[in-house]
């Protein structure tokens, strides 16, 4: 099956902007794709990456203009609903997260993100579509109904961490032991804990 992971490659991760300057969201953009690739690579897949503007990745990028709904939906038609997408901000995925996606014996398996959204897909389905604006997960379960197929959601929290906003970042260097949370700390990031509650702040 084909596995892609679309990544913004033009003016990635925008709301991190009151922490990262624009280069250095590339750069942590690019840190965290590597920790996808290589984890899909270490449970036995080969991924496609396909961006919106060249990106630093180790394996061959595809650059691609459009945008991520008639993307997706454009390789699930090509593809007769035979398609497995994973996003590039889950900089903690294991290899074993990885394996949960692909397990279940169903025609459309969906992996939640904690705001709602959608960060993995397996689709096994011809008239599969995919609607990523607003809440995502919730959309793409009407479509599955709608289509008569079968569904399976993934309970994941290394699957549902999409790194977004700026209080996402501790979760890295709290969990990650890949180049984001690498990055991260050479950038000069660092835990704290204030009122009981953890984040990541820079020194």
């Known amino acids: 099956m084909r596995l892609v992971v679309p990544v913004s490659g033009s003016d990635p991760k925008t709301r991190l ?4 300057t624009p280069d250095e969201r590339r750069e942590f953009t690019e840190a965290m794709l590597a920790d996808v690739v ?46 497995a997408v ?3 901000d889950l900089p903690l ?9 692909f397990e279940p014996d169903a ?30 997960i919730r959309d793409h379960r009407q479509i599955v109904r709608e289509a008569d197929a079968t569904l399976a959601d993934i309970d994941s929290r290394l699957l549902a961490t999409d790194i977004d906003e700026p209080g996402d970042l501790s979760e890295v260097l709290l969990h990650g032991d890949g180049a984001a949370a690498d990055w991260l700390r050479d950038a000069g990031f660092e835990l704290v804990v204030d009122d009981g509650r953890v984040a990541a702040q820079r020194t």
Do not use: I
Request: charged fraction near 15%; include cysteine.
């Open 17 to 20: 902007s009151p922490v990262l």
């Open 38 to 83: 290589t984890a899909l690579d270490a449970a036995g897949h080969s991924p496609e990456v396909v961006a919106t503007a060249p990106v630093a990745c180790d394996v061959p990028v595809t650059v691609d203009e459009r945008g991520l709904d008639p993307l997706v939906n454009d390789l699930l038609a090509e593809a007769d609903g035979q398609l």
């Open 86 to 88: 994973v996003m590039a």
């Open 93 to 101: 995925l294991t290899p074993a997260a990885v394996q949960t996606l």
């Open 107 to 136: 025609d459309v398996v969906l992996a939640p993100g904690l705001g709602g959204g959608t960060n993995a897909f397996v689709s096994r389905h011809p008239e599969f579509r995919v609607d990523y604006h607003g809440a995502s």
